[in-house]
């Protein structure tokens, strides 16, 4: 009786089961099954997801995502700590919790589809699951670059929509009523509220980023806190350097401000001459003041959106507006301020439509009647 001879090459026969073996740049992999059928079928998966460029290394796709999630982290040495402190709560808070034991090649997106829709069922805000998405996406990307994914189980995934927070802005009346109620900080007030800018950046200010000739003031370098409260120097949100124009009204402030300090000072500064602390002004000296001055609601934050709205109701175009803010992109200024802008056309649209009720003046009667005539022949 002739051998029987095994026909699949790279599957044999091993103890009770098949054996699946095949070469991938120049690395043998093999796996056990309980039948040939299955080995074979393996092997081709194998040899096609490699051809795809989708094969994955499986000791690097055995990690968890908790795993990988701790190697990005380390890896993130271009975000601001206030960034990685917001990613860190993210994962301990939400992620981790529901992902951490799983391993990225189990993650599915039904699975991640389920978990955001219970999250909503159960209270989580909108904002707070895309803010989790978005970091889900980021960390899982980087797993496909580092060849332990072939694709993104993240993407796709349906989210529930947030109701837009109105940006509310204060007029120039309510900027001064209450810069006045913030006493020795009134300049602070006036300056947030006239040049948008942002805490971290104000209170990283120094008397020489102050040039009263030219009416400018640069930015390039902002305050953030670190996990344990420290204060931590570094580049602006978007790491790039800009200069605002100043309003002649805060020329005369700034100078007594300058004052104050030296060159290397802290053009805000605290009672000992050191940078504001966030939560001491807030509570001690703004929080008083927008009470005093009957503004309930209002944030250090809405200063910022006030500078805005001055600006834009001023005319100001939108890539002015962008680079005062110091916005990576006049789109995302359009995101945050284009109702603004809204109304803002609506007033243009009816400055043209002016034209069209007007009388005609003597010239524009002069040549329709020229006109007529030259057809009339």
């Not at 529901?98 to 699975?111: D, I, K, M, P, S």
């Not at 004052?259 to 940078?275: E, H, K, R």
Request: glycine share 8%; net charge positive; with cysteine.
């Amino acid at each position: 009786m002739p051998k029987k001879v095994n026909r699949i090459p790279g599957v044999s026969k091993r103890n009770n089961g098949w054996q699946a073996r095949v070469s991938i740049n120049g690395r043998e992999i093999s796996k056990q099954f309980d039948t040939q059928d299955e080995a074979a079928r393996w092997k081709s998966e194998q040899q096609r997801a490699h051809k795809r460029g989708e094969w994955l290394d499986p000791d690097l796709s055995k990690i968890t995502f908790r795993e990988w999630s701790a190697l990005w982290l380390k890896a993130k040495n271009d975000i601001q700590p206030s960034t990685m402190r917001n990613y860190v709560s993210r994962l301990d808070t939400h992620l981790l919790p529901a992902f951490g034991r799983y391993r990225l090649t189990e993650l599915t997106n039904n699975q991640i589809g389920q978990w955001v829709a219970n999250q909503y069922k159960s209270g989580t805000g909108a904002v707070t699951l895309k803010q989790c998405m978005v970091l889900m996406k980021l960390i899982l990307n980087s797993a496909i670059y580092d060849g332990r994914l072939a694709r993104n189980p993240a993407q796709g995934i349906k989210l529930p929509k947030a109701m837009k927070a109105e940006k509310k802005a204060l007029t120039f009346n309510e900027l001064r009523a209450l810069a006045s109620e913030c006493g020795e900080y009134q300049t602070l007030t006036l300056f947030a509220g006239m040049t948008g800018m942002r805490w971290g950046e104000l209170n990283a200010l120094v008397g020489s980023d102050v040039n009263l000739l030219k009416r400018t003031v640069k930015v390039n370098k902002s305050y953030s806190e670190g996990k344990k409260g420290e204060k931590i120097l570094s580049g602006t949100k978007t790491h790039q350097a800009r200069e605002i124009p100043l309003a002649k009204e805060l020329l005369p402030l700034v100078e007594k401000q300058l004052q104050l300090g030296g060159a290397d000072t802290p053009l805000f500064q605290s009672a000992n001459g050191m940078p504001l602390q966030y939560n001491n002004f807030m509570s001690r000296i703004f929080k008083p003041a927008v009470k005093r001055a009957g503004l309930e609601g209002v944030s250090f934050h809405n200063l910022r959106h006030t500078a805005a709205s001055l600006l834009i109701h001023s005319g100001a175009p939108v890539t002015t507006v962008a680079g005062i803010l110091g916005h990576a992109s006049t789109q995302m200024t359009l995101d945050v301020y284009g109702h603004w802008y809204q109304n803002d056309a609506n007033t243009w649209m009816d400055r043209i439509s002016v034209g069209l009720t007007e009388p005609l003046t003597d010239w524009e009667r002069t040549k329709s009647a020229v006109n007529l005539t030259s057809s009339s022949f």
